[in-house]
């Protein structure tokens, strides 16, 4: 082997080995060979952003299997993926085997193809460069920014935040835009408003719909019209007249095709389109783009799918258009190919667009190849990227105005027809948001002229209430992020599933939701650090970050510009109390905490003792909503539990705490409740001055809190119940809810109720049945004789931590390598007898290992306390023993000893 060339993943490494001869070896790095260790110290601001590189321990085996192959080979091939992240790779690779001696004498080269078939490597191979040192820089640059930012700014939200996750350079400005707009759509106050639409009769009797548009000589505006009163007076004005067609307005209107997918659009698309997540979306991105076997050849389906330009190869172009001409025909075909220019902030367009790597491998061919998923993506890659290509859609676009001849009144109708349809034959972009309530886009109006009477007939009135503006899809996301120039688009998939993992938002509807902690985190910063989540501060460190890609800045400049205020922010936060920061989020999150009251200010009044003011709180386990006259009042709201009882994002959820009535036993209101484990219901209130919680149940999973009446409170709170007792023994079997779930308990053992059983319906003939099959996975204990001293059994049996003896309550485990089949009468005796000596429990008081156990206990008992050593007294060095220590040391001629010393 003379060439060795070095790719991220094995599927990539086997198609390529299949496009070269023998005379080239091809090993895959497994993606990043090594990366910053996880620990302060690890870029260091003081000697120039100098990086301390750790090789992952998983990667040491490709790394030896690279370095092995290397031997007796005349040149190196870093073949990893075409953009900043393949080439940090290829960088990684090098210096690696730098360090290693293992590239002595051997050519290194670097290639890269933006698709993954026979001839874009063999083109690639035959045009070999060296490494580009500006797109490692940019990754230099990045790497240390959000090294720096994470490691200096987590520690300041872990002393002063308890319960915060991370922040992230790009992480905490998504998070940012996504509490923002939860917080518009809390302020949003709904208004009322109407619209009013007639039908007409045209002379031909054709009908069709007209909307309201002026009343009185004055144009209506949207919300003109905000309450019924108004509305019946603007359908009075309307059955009143007298009308006829005004002016009629016809216009042709051309819609062009959406360019190739960018990984950005793809991302969004997908998410609209298909119901994919971003990362969903990126994996099956990357088999497409690695490929698949077909006809005895592995070639990849899709060019690159990290991209953010938007141009076609020209050999692709032409092989589009052929495919358009000769499927579609020549009405489907411009006269011009179309060329297309990225409008993204920041984009740098160094790739192609994602787009098939041969137009005639239809989807069609491809079908029961793919997995559906990898079909439906690929389909949708292949259709975009024709229908770039194809001639626009052409519309008629009608606009009719009925006036009323006493100019009190106009209506007017609007429609379009499609009269062709170009690209939308094959493809039409979707849209994120619901259409408007006006869309009247395919609606067919008759053909009518100017002064054309038409015969009024049903007047109709719709209420209507203004919308809060929706909360970020993936998709909608994503698009904002790009509009803005935050992050690069191979970093969205990442970002949005971080803040997921943190628990910072949730997705409900495929929307995301700020969690109360992703809240806090947000305000924390925004308050404190509010430069560094700023949207045109992040674009402007992106740009930077491009033109040192581009080889126009040097990156450790642009690091030292960003450090040294970035340094200077967190250094003013160390004089910083939590009880200063919790006071500044209570004051910020008032309006989301609590609700509005009569006077239009969070209203604080807490409803446990009336007098007290609630406000934002630290505890134990993290932020929560407490009274100011703890402890005489105990009052608190977990911060799930929003203003009203509401937790976002949880449709239709009742208010929370509720009272669900009285107990007819002890007089004291049941009510339900949630907590930060869940739904429960509680008996009463806590007893003032009292530690003693009231008693309180969980609801079983199964059970919806919308379901849950007093009668059924009642019963859970009445747990553990019994069910009956078991046939054979007599035994009484209880269902509970314990600490792991809804249980059944029988003599001493516990089982686990199942998902679909629940515990306040359960009866005994399927208890006993679950009670049975327990008993039968379960091994039973073997007798190994009694014992000599009261005669009662002992015995061995498995348990959860191994297997064990037991007499009467004293259990012990066997030691490690000890088999119960094996075990003796007088070796178990053994063990129970150290168990009972270390006071594991009570052994016999008669018999040997009775009174071995219990003259241990005795002696125990009567030893003499010792004395606690005086606080400032100095303990004295036993220096005859350390003497005596060397002495015997030198005498044996210990080669320990000094090893020992150095250590001690």
Same mark, same amino acid.
Request: proline share 6%.
């Given at each position: 082997?003379?060439?060795?060339?070095?790719?991220?993943?094995?599927?990539?490494?086997?198609?390529?080995?299949?496009?070269?001869?023998?005379?080239?070896?091809?090993?895959?790095?497994?993606?990043?060979?090594?990366?910053?260790?996880?620990?302060?110290?690890?870029?260091?601001?003081?000697?120039?952003?100098?990086?301390?590189?750790?090789?992952?321990?998983?990667?040491?085996?490709?790394?030896?299997?690279?370095?092995?192959?290397?031997?007796?080979?005349?040149?190196?091939?870093?073949?990893?993926?075409?953009?900043?992240?393949?080439?940090?790779?290829?960088?990684?690779?090098?210096?690696?085997?730098?360090?290693?001696?293992?590239?002595?004498?051997?050519?290194?080269?670097?290639?890269?193809?933006?698709?993954?078939?026979?001839?874009?490597?063999?083109?690639?191979?035959?045009?070999?460069?060296?490494?580009?040192?500006?797109?490692?820089?940019?990754?230099?640059?990045?790497?240390?920014?959000?090294?720096?930012?994470?490691?200096?700014?987590?520690?300041?939200?872990?002393?002063?935040?308890?319960?915060?996750?991370?922040?992230?350079?790009?992480?905490?400005?998504?998070?940012?835009?996504?509490?923002?707009?939860?917080?518009?759509?809390?302020?949003?106050?709904?208004?009322?408003?109407?619209?009013?639409?007639?039908?007409?009769?045209?002379?031909?009797?054709?009908?069709?719909?007209?909307?309201?548009?002026?009343?009185?000589?004055?144009?209506?505006?949207?919300?003109?019209?905000?309450?019924?009163?108004?509305?019946? @007076?603007?359908?009075?004005?309307?059955?009143?007249?007298?009308?006829?067609?005004?002016?009629?307005?016809?216009?042709?209107?051309?819609?062009?095709?959406?360019?190739?997918?960018?990984?950005?659009?793809?991302?969004?698309?997908?998410?609209?389109?298909?119901?994919?997540?971003?990362?969903?979306?990126?994996?099956?991105?990357?088999?497409?783009?690695?490929?698949?076997?077909?006809?005895?050849?592995?070639?990849?389906?899709?060019?690159?799918?990290?991209?953010?330009?938007?141009?076609?190869?020209?050999?692709?172009?032409?092989?589009?258009?052929?495919?358009?001409?000769?499927?579609?025909?020549?009405?489907?075909?411009?006269?011009?190919?179309?060329?297309?220019?990225?409008?993204?902030?920041?984009?740098?367009?160094?790739?192609?667009?994602?787009?098939?790597?041969?137009?005639?491998?239809?989807?069609?061919?491809?079908?029961?190849?793919?997995?559906?998923?990898?079909?439906?993506?690929?389909?949708?890659?292949?259709?975009?990227?024709?229908?770039?290509?194809?001639?626009?859609?052409?519309?008629?676009?009608?606009?009719?105005?009925?006036?009323?001849?006493?100019?009190?009144?106009?209506?007017?109708?609007?429609?379009?027809?499609?009269?062709?349809?170009?690209?939308?034959?094959?493809?039409?972009?979707?849209?994120?948001?619901?259409?408007?309530?006006?869309?009247?886009?395919?609606?067919?109006?008759?053909?009518?002229?100017?002064?054309?009477?038409?015969?009024?007939?049903?007047?109709?009135?719709?209420?209507?209430?203004?919308?809060?503006?929706?909360?970020?899809?993936?998709?909608?996301?994503?698009?904002?992020?790009?509009?803005?120039?935050?992050?690069?688009?191979?970093?969205?998939?990442?970002?949005?599933?971080?803040?997921?993992?943190?628990?910072?938002?949730?997705?409900?509807?495929?929307?995301?939701?700020?969690?109360?902690?992703?809240?806090?985190?947000?305000?924390?910063?925004?308050?404190?650090?509010?430069?560094?989540?700023?949207?045109?501060?992040?674009?402007?460190?992106?740009?930077?970050?491009?033109?040192?890609?581009?080889?126009?800045?040097?990156?450790?400049?642009?690091?030292?510009?960003?450090?040294?205020?970035?340094?200077?922010?967190?250094?003013?936060?160390?004089?910083?109390?939590?009880?200063?920061?919790?006071?500044?989020?209570?004051?910020?999150?008032?309006?989301?905490?609590?609700?509005?009251?009569?006077?239009?200010?969070?209203?604080?009044?807490?409803?446990?003792?009336?007098?007290?003011?609630?406000?934002?709180?630290?505890?134990?386990?993290?932020?929560?909503?407490?009274?100011?006259?703890?402890?005489?009042?105990?009052?608190?709201?977990?911060?799930?539990?929003?203003?009203?009882?509401?937790?976002?994002?949880?449709?239709?959820?009742?208010?929370?705490?509720?009272?669900?009535?009285?107990?007819?036993?002890?007089?004291?209101?049941?009510?339900?409740?949630?907590?930060?484990?869940?739904?429960?219901?509680?008996?009463?209130?806590?007893?003032?001055?009292?530690?003693?919680?009231?008693?309180?149940?969980?609801?079983?999973?199964?059970?919806?809190?919308?379901?849950?009446?007093?009668?059924? @409170?009642?019963?859970?709170?009445?747990?553990?119940?019994?069910?009956?007792?078991?046939?054979?023994?007599?035994?009484?079997?209880?269902?509970?809810?314990?600490?792991?779930?809804?249980?059944?308990?029988?003599?001493?053992?516990?089982?686990?109720?199942?998902?679909?059983?629940?515990?306040?319906?359960?009866?005994?003939?399927?208890?006993?049945?679950?009670?049975?099959?327990?008993?039968?996975?379960?091994?039973?204990?073997?007798?190994?004789?009694?014992?000599?001293?009261?005669?009662?059994?002992?015995?061995?049996?498995?348990?959860?931590?191994?297997?064990?003896?037991?007499?009467?309550?004293?259990?012990?485990?066997?030691?490690?390598?000890?088999?119960?089949?094996?075990?003796?009468?007088?070796?178990?005796?053994?063990?129970?007898?150290?168990?009972?000596?270390?006071?594991?429990?009570?052994?016999?008081?008669?018999?040997?290992?009775?009174?071995? @156990?219990?003259?241990?206990?005795?002696?125990?008992?009567?030893?003499?306390?010792?004395?606690?050593?005086?606080?400032? @007294?100095?303990?004295?060095?036993?220096?005859?023993?350390?003497?005596?220590?060397?002495?015997?040391?030198?005498?044996?001629?210990?080669?320990?000893?000094?090893?020992?010393?150095?250590?001690?």
């Amino acid at each position: 082997m003379s060439k060795v060339v070095v790719v991220e993943s094995p599927a990539k490494a086997k198609t390529i080995n299949k496009y070269l001869g023998d005379d080239y070896r091809v090993l895959a790095s497994y993606g990043h060979i090594r990366d910053l260790p996880p620990k302060d110290g690890s870029v260091d601001p003081d000697h120039d952003f100098a990086m301390l590189w750790q090789t992952d321990p998983r990667s040491e085996k490709q790394v030896k299997a690279i370095a092995e192959a290397l031997r007796g080979a005349e040149q190196l091939i870093l073949a990893t993926d075409p953009d900043r992240e393949g080439e940090a790779i290829s960088w990684h690779v090098q210096r690696v085997l730098e360090e290693r001696k293992a590239l002595r004498g051997i050519d290194v080269k670097r290639v890269a193809f933006n698709e993954i078939t026979k001839s874009a490597v063999l083109d690639a191979i035959a045009r070999p460069r060296e490494l580009d040192q500006d797109l490692i820089d940019a990754y230099l640059a990045r790497r240390a920014l959000d090294y720096l930012v994470g490691f200096t700014l987590s520690p300041v939200l872990w002393r002063k935040l308890p319960g915060a996750r991370s922040a992230g350079r790009v992480q905490s400005v998504a998070l940012r835009l996504i509490c923002e707009r939860e917080a518009e759509i809390e302020r949003f106050r709904a208004q009322e408003y109407w619209s009013i639409e007639a039908d007409f009769r045209t002379r031909e009797r054709k009908s069709f719909t007209a909307r309201l548009t002026h009343l009185d000589g004055k144009k209506l505006d949207r919300l003109e019209i905000g309450d019924e009163g108004a509305a019946k @007076a603007a359908v009075a004005a309307v059955e009143a007249g007298a009308f006829e067609v005004g002016e009629v307005e016809k216009k042709r209107v051309r819609r062009n095709p959406q360019p190739p997918f960018t990984t950005s659009t793809l991302q969004q698309e997908a998410s609209r389109k298909l119901g994919f997540g971003a990362t969903r979306t990126m994996q099956l991105a990357q088999r497409l783009y690695e490929g698949l076997e077909l006809d005895g050849e592995t070639v990849g389906l899709i060019t690159y799918m990290r991209t953010d330009g938007v141009q076609l190869s020209q050999e692709a172009i032409q092989a589009i258009r052929g495919a358009i001409g000769s499927t579609y025909g020549d009405r489907y075909l411009p006269n011009t190919a179309r060329v297309y220019t990225s409008r993204a902030k920041n984009a740098q367009e160094a790739h192609e667009a994602i787009r098939p790597t041969d137009v005639k491998r239809t989807p069609d061919s491809l079908r029961g190849r793919l997995d559906p998923d990898q079909l439906k993506l690929y389909t949708l890659v292949w259709k975009r990227a024709v229908a770039s290509q194809m001639a626009s859609a052409e519309l008629d676009q009608t606009t009719i105005d009925v006036v009323d001849r006493n100019g009190r009144s106009t209506l007017r109708a609007t429609g379009s027809v499609v009269v062709f349809d170009g690209f939308l034959t094959l493809y039409q972009e979707d849209r994120d948001e619901p259409a408007a309530e006006d869309d009247e886009s395919g609606r067919i109006l008759p053909p009518v002229e100017r002064g054309e009477d038409v015969a009024r007939q049903e007047v109709r009135s719709e209420q209507h209430f203004t919308q809060p503006p929706p909360r970020y899809s993936e998709a909608s996301l994503v698009k904002k992020l790009e509009e803005l120039g935050i992050g690069r688009p191979s970093t969205y998939a990442s970002i949005l599933q971080v803040l997921q993992d943190r628990e910072y938002v949730t997705l409900d509807k495929r929307r995301f939701v700020p969690e109360d902690r992703g809240r806090l985190v947000t305000t924390f910063l925004s308050s404190f650090f509010n430069r560094y989540v700023a949207y045109n501060f992040t674009a402007d460190l992106e740009t930077k970050l491009d033109d040192v890609s581009a080889g126009q800045l040097d990156w450790r400049r642009v690091l030292h510009e960003f450090w040294d205020a970035f340094k200077g922010a967190v250094d003013g936060t160390k004089d910083l109390s939590i009880g200063q920061v919790i006071e500044a989020l209570d004051a910020e999150l008032a309006d989301h905490f609590f609700p509005t009251g009569p006077d239009g200010q969070p209203d604080r009044a807490c409803p446990g003792c009336g007098d007290g003011r609630l406000s934002l709180r630290l505890g134990k386990f993290g932020a929560f909503i407490g009274c100011s006259n703890y402890p005489n009042c105990r009052y608190t709201r977990q911060l799930g539990e929003a203003a009203g009882g509401r937790t976002p994002g949880a449709e239709g959820e009742e208010a929370l705490p509720k009272v669900l009535g009285t107990d007819p036993a002890t007089g004291q209101d049941v009510s339900m409740r949630k907590g930060p484990y869940g739904i429960y219901v509680q008996l009463g209130e806590p007893a003032e001055g009292s530690k003693e919680k009231p008693k309180r149940a969980s609801l079983p999973r199964q059970l919806p809190p919308a379901d849950v009446d007093l009668a059924k @409170a009642l019963v859970l709170l009445s747990l553990p119940r019994p069910i009956g007792d078991h046939p054979e023994t007599g035994d009484t079997i209880e269902a509970g809810i314990g600490r792991y779930g809804p249980y059944l308990k029988y003599d001493s053992t516990y089982v686990n109720l199942p998902p679909d059983d629940t515990v306040l319906t359960i009866g005994l003939n399927h208890a006993v049945q679950l009670i049975a099959e327990k008993g039968a996975k379960k091994k039973p204990a073997r007798s190994l004789g009694d014992h000599p001293d009261d005669g009662k059994p002992v015995t061995v049996q498995a348990g959860r931590f191994g297997p064990y003896v037991q007499h009467g309550a004293l259990r012990a485990t066997l030691p490690r390598g000890e088999s119960m089949d094996d075990l003796s009468l007088e070796r178990a005796l053994e063990v129970l007898a150290a168990k009972a000596a270390k006071g594991g429990g009570t052994a016999p008081k008669r018999g040997k290992a009775g009174k071995a @156990a219990g003259e241990a206990k005795a002696a125990a008992k009567k030893a003499p306390a010792k004395k606690a050593p005086a606080k400032n @007294a100095v303990a004295k060095k036993p220096a005859k023993k350390t003497a005596a220590k060397k002495t015997a040391a030198k005498k044996t001629g210990s080669k320990g000893s000094g090893a020992g010393t150095a250590a001690s």
